[in-house]
């Protein structure tokens, strides 16, 4: 276990290289019990590439499509020595595709998703993505479902409007308060009249305070558009619909636009207009998810008063209570999470929350319904992240070894909660994955001592 374990773990999932791991079982003092050497080491980490490979096939096979897969497909694209296309299930963080592609065609992309939905029975309720044209056409003609603005890039365009301009204006006007100081000193030291000098830096301190306003106005901006785009009004937790909150990013594009003109900030590209294009998209995500919450309660003999209690009351709660939980931001937390206490509040307050509550199917639900609110594709993000570590450890990532670590973040990784992705996903127990590569490994590799004893 722990030769092989070691293996998977440093070497393909960690891309630390044979050599060193080969020294670190020389210093556990092992290496008179198996053989410990860089050529076997990459052997051995080939064979358990494979091996991952076939758990992975073995595991797919075992489902059975007993109802479709619903759910929202994050999609991206990184480039490395080559493109590589990623496909996952923002919800459970599942990867359903993360292979090397010569090109990112809307055919290319069709193709490779068309493949596994058929497999898995997926049916596709929306992509969240970058504007790219051929993820959008994947979205809007090959599934004829919504194609989402990633909200973390559509709020860039703001950041890349605003933030490197404000912040010159402002390191602009500390340096000349700075050297107006220094000039007023002088004079002082010169028994000379310093009233002009005085009104000069009185004239740039007022600038200063002006520009700390527009930097405020603009982190304002920034923090309402996270705020707005929820399924849930912040402040009471009543339902929020796509027109609601198309008219509140409206009004929010119209006081950057304001704020824009006053600070008089020219660019090349209007980013401003970038992200005006996305807002149909961003508020078109709410309309979406509540219509996937109301096929719920189309299939199943539900009540109109446990209908009114798991919109009105439970989903709000569950919804503020993850997104308080996964947000790291302090302000959007702080924000989160009073909300969360507040719905709370009024579920417990509820006469019949004691009876609801006793529907474990339905809770289950619910808690999974939340999670397919999906405004980024940052899980998508991370995952290319996680790969340029990877890439830039200096190992590269080869077919196989990609294989591998989609395998190992679909079916070993875990999540706070014990959790892999493909638990998450298909909601049901898979066997380890590497006590499963460890059964078929056979022996251990001996050191070349150890076989002439044997002998």
Not at 62 to 72: D, F
Not at 96 to 109: A, L
Not at 419 to 438: C, G, M, Q, S
Request: glycine share 4%; hydrophobic share 40%; charged share 30%.
């Amino acid at each position: 276990m722990l030769y092989f374990g070691s293996i998977l773990f440093f070497v393909i999932h960690l891309g630390i290289g044979a050599e060193k791991l080969s020294f670190f079982f020389k210093f556990l003092r092992i290496d008179k019990r198996i053989a410990p050497s860089p050529s076997e080491i990459k052997k051995t980490a080939v064979k358990l590439s494979e091996l991952l490979d076939l758990y992975q096939e073995e595991q797919q096979k075992k489902y059975k499509l007993n109802e479709p897969l619903k759910i929202a497909g994050g999609v991206d694209e990184t480039y490395f020595d080559s493109m590589i296309l990623v496909l996952m299930d923002l919800s459970s963080g599942y990867i359903f595709v993360e292979e090397e592609s010569e090109d990112k065609s809307y055919e290319t992309w069709l193709e490779k998703s068309k493949k596994v939905a058929d497999k898995f029975g997926i049916e596709f309720k929306y992509f969240v993505s970058d504007r790219a044209k051929q993820l959008i056409q994947l979205a809007t003609q090959g599934f004829k479902c919504l194609s989402v603005p990633d909200l973390f890039h559509a709020s860039h365009e703001l950041v890349k409007q605003f933030g490197l301009s404000l912040k010159r204006k402002k390191a602009d006007i500390e340096k000349k308060i700075a050297k107006e100081i220094v000039q007023l000193t002088l004079l002082i030291e010169l028994s000379q009249d310093t009233s002009p000098q005085k009104t000069i830096i009185k004239e740039l301190e007022n600038q200063h305070i002006e520009i700390e306003k527009a930097i405020s106005t603009y982190r304002n901006i920034l923090h309402r558009i996270s705020i707005a785009l929820h399924p849930f009004d912040i402040k009471d937790s009543s339902k929020v619909t796509s027109v609601m909150i198309r008219v509140q990013l409206y009004s929010i594009l119209q006081e950057a636009e304001t704020l824009k003109e006053e600070q008089g900030i020219k660019s090349k590209k209007d980013h401003l207009k970038k992200f005006k294009k996305q807002i149909e998209g961003m508020a078109s995500l709410i309309d979406t998810w509540w219509l996937w919450v109301n096929e719920y309660f189309q299939v199943d003999d539900i009540s109109e008063e446990c209908k009114n209690w798991v919109q009105y009351y439970l989903l709000p709660f569950l919804y503020w209570q993850k997104q308080a939980d996964r947000t790291k931001a302090s302000d959007l937390k702080e924000g989160y999470q009073y909300a969360a206490d507040k719905s709370l509040d009024k579920l417990d307050n509820h006469p019949l929350t004691s009876i609801f509550m006793e529907n474990k199917d339905m809770i289950s639900w619910a808690k999974w319904m939340v999670s397919n609110f999906q405004r980024t594709s940052s899980a998508v993000e991370g995952r290319n992240g996680w790969l340029s570590q990877m890439h830039h450890n200096g190992r590269g990532l080869a077919p196989k070894r990609l294989k591998a670590q989609t395998v190992l973040h679909n079916y070993f990784l875990k999540r706070d909660d014990g959790t892999t992705a493909a638990e998450r996903l298909f909601h049901e127990k898979f066997p380890d994955p590497l006590e499963w590569v460890i059964e078929k490994m056979g022996d251990l590799p001996l050191p070349r001592e150890s076989k002439k004893k044997i002998r």
